[in-house]
């Protein structure tokens, strides 16, 4: 059932979960039902997943604010399941199929079935940006990002330097077939982050005054030469 409501070709939302707990929060609802999918495939067994709020806000333009709040009304429904765990914290999500079943009627649950393919070009797969509807196809450059977060999150740094890490070497070219990294004749993550959080640190040391520098100096200088006139 869920994998009929994931986005892994585009943001399918049902109308009448919609009724339940809004259009944002069942757009929601199908990107966190999409990166389960995920997982999975890459062998999760226990139900709880990953994804950040930068990462939700670029694949469905829901700011942290609206995914705060969408979050809450799938709590209410007992839909979602969230906690932080790992060092640094990262938000993990667990998605209960059973209750969301118990919200969508018996009928609604087999016509999905039925009309899938007639769904896919309906009003129901929606999604919003900039205010105007969209579809998001699922591309392979999509795929390859969401493996390129998930290695780079698995590695024990500091969220910002993660994040920032992410954020520049998964720039799109213009023809957006390739992110910044993959245009790297050689590649290591490891390396490459270990650097990134080396150089992170050399930027966020203070500056030296060069003019309390110059003063001490000179006073130095005054201090040597009445020295040596002793």
């Given amino acids: 059932m869920k994998h009929l409501l ?4 585009f943001l399918i939302v049902n109308k009448q979960l919609a009724k339940q707990v809004g259009l944002k929060g069942a ?17 999760m067994t226990d139900g709880w997943f990953f994804n950040t709020e930068a990462n939700i806000e670029r694949d469905t333009t829901l700011t942290s604010y609206q995914q705060r709040k969408c979050l809450k009304t799938l709590k209410k429904y007992q839909i979602i ?17 059973a209750n969301l079943l118990r919200i969508l009627s018996c009928e609604e649950t087999e016509q999905l079935e039925v009309n ?6 309906e009003t129901n797969l929606r999604t919003i940006n900039k205010n105007k509807e969209i579809r998001i196809t699922n591309n392979t450059i999509s795929n390859r990002r969401d493996e390129f977060v998930s290695e780079v999150l698995s590695f024990n740094y500091d969220e910002s330097i993660l994040n920032g890490f992410i954020d520049y070497w998964t720039e799109p070219n213009k023809s957006n077939t390739k992110m910044k990294y993959e245009l790297n004749k050689t590649w290591s993550t490891k390396l490459r982050l270990n650097t990134w959080a080396t150089n992170q640190k050399k930027w966020d040391k203070p500056k030296t005054n060069t003019k309390t520098m110059s003063k001490l100096d000179a006073q ?3 201090w040597q030469k009445a020295k040596e006139l002793l």
């Fill in 6 to 9: 994931s986005s892994s070709a």
């Fill in 81 to 97: 399941e969230t906690k932080r765990k790992g060092i640094p914290a990262k938000q993990y999500f667990k998605i209960n199929e």
């Fill in 27 to 43: 757009i929601l609802l199908a990107d966190l039902i999409s990166k389960e999918e995920y997982f999975i495939a890459n062998g």
């Fill in 116 to 121: 899938k393919l007639k769904d896919l070009s």
């Fill in 220 to 222: 130095i200088n005054e």
